[in-house]
């Protein structure tokens, strides 16, 4: 009798351990990691926004992510009503986003808003091709915050 109990506490023991190397191996092994060089291309998003005391309002931005010395970097453009901004900045991978940090203007900016350092915003991807913005520092010029998304241009 002894034996019997001894014998399924040692079955469930194993088994528990079977699957918590199963487990360990799946989420270390078995899952790809997102590369660093995956994040690098072009993107866009564009917003509208109807004018109530002024012209219908467009804002374009184009997001471009290369690799320099080792460092994604970006650089970001951002024209609409009157603006036209230059953006170069830093890419830092955190958590499966990419972070866009403010470097510094580019000679044709015309406004200068930020300083080096802030996070202006991160992307993160929700599909094949689509990535949400999280704004920071920088807002969205026209619409509230919560479905802008860049799309990954080729």
């Known amino acids: 009798m002894q034996n019997k109990?001894?014998?399924?506490v040692g079955i469930i023991i194993i088994l528990l351990i079977?699957?918590?190397?199963?487990?360990?191996?799946?989420?270390?092994?078995?899952?790809?990691?997102?590369?660093?060089m995956d994040w690098i291309g072009s993107y866009e998003y564009i917003e509208s926004a109807p004018g109530v005391y002024s012209p219908d309002q467009t804002w374009v931005y184009k997001l471009d992510i290369?690799?320099?010395?080792?460092?994604?970097?970006?650089?970001l453009d951002i024209d609409g009503f009157q603006?036209?901004?230059?953006?170069?900045?830093?890419?830092?991978?955190r958590n499966g986003r990419l972070d866009i940090v403010f470097d510094s203007y580019r000679s044709e900016n015309i406004y200068e808003l930020y300083e080096r350092g802030d996070l202006l915003f991160s992307i993160e991807k929700i599909s094949r091709d689509k990535?949400?913005?999280?704004?920071?520092k920088?807002?969205?010029?026209?619409?509230?915050?919560g479905d802008a998304k860049f799309e990954k241009v080729q």
Do not use: C
């Open 18 to 36: 079977l699957i918590g190397g199963g487990y360990f191996a799946w989420q270390h092994f078995g899952v790809p990691k997102a590369s660093i």
């Open 131 to 136: 990535y949400r913005i999280l704004w920071d």
């Open 83 to 93: 603006a036209m901004i230059r953006i170069q900045a830093i890419a830092e991978e």
């Open 66 to 75: 290369y690799e320099e010395e080792n460092q994604l970097k970006a650089q």
């Open 5 to 8: 109990a001894f014998s399924t």
């Open 138 to 145: 920088m807002k969205s010029n026209l619409l509230e915050p």
